[in-house]
């Protein structure tokens, strides 16, 4: 880290500058294509990084515990007045630290220990908290779940139909984190209500999506989205939770104080920011570019003989399942990371393999379209894939330090938004 871009940091710790200095140097030669991932802009940086930081405001604007919210309350109210704006919703709630504690607060708020909860299962392409077995989410309350069609890795909502007539769950969630696919928030919605079920989109991948226009939006579908701030709608790592305003007491005191203390300000100035940035035109141009990317980048992996799940993608997100090139997830992974391109190892529906050793590997493309790569760039995105994979199968070193190469190079040409040249 340069002193003059952290002059304070670098002099009071100059050990601790260096990591960071080394992080920003990491994440502006290589090709991020980590799906949850992305780039904050550096108002985003600066908003999330203030004095706000210093202040305590349990409760929300207007009712605190703590005196002293002149500024604080006209920022949350700021953050929530963008929120609702955006997504069309009656009340959001900006105070969840991130999408776990989120989640959790729409089980304080609508359902008890014991009660049955619906979700889709973590290795169909779900999430920890919607209801599996290992987070408290599946321990405190009776997990239901269902999955992808094994011929086509597409939600059957017929069987989810079933599955929520069967168990009558207090909650459904809907949304994950492995989805390549558009989802039916209309028929999870006539699911939900034909079950008795408060229906909750988990949208934290798409929100950005949602945004820009790029995925239709649950509002008006569901009793409450529920979304993290930093995937693909490009804020500070936190969360919010919206929702129809005869829910919006509930949402209020689960978060408050039912689940957390303070909020964390800084992030609420951040999560405004990047609202309003989210609202401008070059954000619904940012939102389609990731979809044609992912769509391109899809199309030539396909082309490289890559199996994907469902065939493709609607979205920002790809799964490659690599069953048939006798690559393990995590081999192609580590891989990949050595060759400049930073994936995460992760399951496919019905994996023979462990979670921690799994078959696929999981794409997309927020962080390189913020960069501003193009579908231009996506068949050479995919052959540097094809030839780490192929290189990890062979155990070439020196191929994937070519790819390396190669990487940086480009990557050099498409600056990061919020970070200095490397
Ligand atoms: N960890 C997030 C992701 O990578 O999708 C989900 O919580």
């Not at 309350?141 to 168990?167: M, N, P, W």
């Not at 081999?331 to 190892?345: P, Q």
């Not at 696929?360 to 540097?384: E, F």
Request: negative net charge; charged residues 20%.
């Amino acid at each position: 880290m340069s002193a003059s871009r952290h002059p304070a940091l670098s002099a009071t710790d100059p050990e601790l500058a260096s990591f960071v200095a080394a992080e920003e140097v990491l994440q502006s030669q290589t090709l991020r294509l980590i799906p949850s991932e992305n780039y904050v802009s550096a108002a985003v940086l600066e908003a999330s990084g203030t004095v706000l930081q210093n202040k305590y405001s349990e409760g929300y604007p207007g009712r605190r515990y703590y005196e002293g919210q002149q500024n604080v309350d006209r920022v949350e109210a700021l953050a929530i007045e963008r929120a609702k704006g955006l997504f069309g919703v009656d009340h959001a709630n900006v105070q969840p630290y991130s999408g776990s504690p989120a989640n959790l607060a729409v089980y304080l708020a609508f359902a008890k220990p014991g009660d049955t909860v619906m979700g889709m299962a973590l290795p169909m392409g779900g999430h920890l908290t919607h209801g599996w077995g290992v987070s408290a989410t599946g321990s405190w309350f009776r997990g239901v779940q269902y999955g992808v069609q094994a011929d086509t890795g597409l939600i059957d909502y017929d069987a989810v139909r079933d599955l929520a007539l069967a168990e009558r769950p207090k909650l459904i969630f809907c949304g994950g984190t492995a989805l390549p696919r558009t989802i039916d928030f209309a028929a999870f919605a006539s699911i939900a209500e034909e079950a008795g079920s408060v229906l909750v989109a988990d949208v934290a991948h798409i929100a950005g999506l949602i945004a820009g226009g790029a995925h239709p939006s649950p509002a008006g579908h569901v009793d409450v989205i529920s979304t993290t701030t930093h995937k693909t709608l490009r804020g500070p790592r936190g969360a919010m939770l919206m929702c129809r305003e005869e829910h919006a007491k509930a949402i209020d005191k689960a978060v408050f104080p039912g689940l957390q203390g303070g909020p964390h300000n800084q992030t609420t100035a951040g999560i405004a920011v990047a609202l309003h940035e989210a609202a401008q035109p070059s954000f619904t141009a940012y939102a389609h570019a990731v979809v044609a990317n992912a769509k391109a980048l899809a199309a030539a992996l396909l082309e490289r003989g890559f199996d994907l799940v469902s065939g493709g993608t609607d979205n920002h997100l790809i799964l490659i399942d690599l069953t048939g090139k006798d690559v393990p997830g995590k081999v192609a992974a580590k891989a990949l990371d050595r060759a400049g391109i930073v994936v995460n190892y992760n399951t496919v529906p019905f994996d023979p393999r462990k979670p921690f050793d799994p078959s696929g590997v999981r794409i997309g493309t927020p962080s390189l379209t913020s960069r501003g790569l193009g579908v231009a760039h996506m068949p050479q995105v995919a052959d540097w894939i094809s030839r780490a994979v192929d290189a990890a199968a062979k155990g070439d070193e020196p191929a994937l330090a070519a790819v390396r190469t190669e990487v940086a190079d480009l990557m050099a040409a498409f600056p990061a938004p919020g970070l200095p040249l490397a």
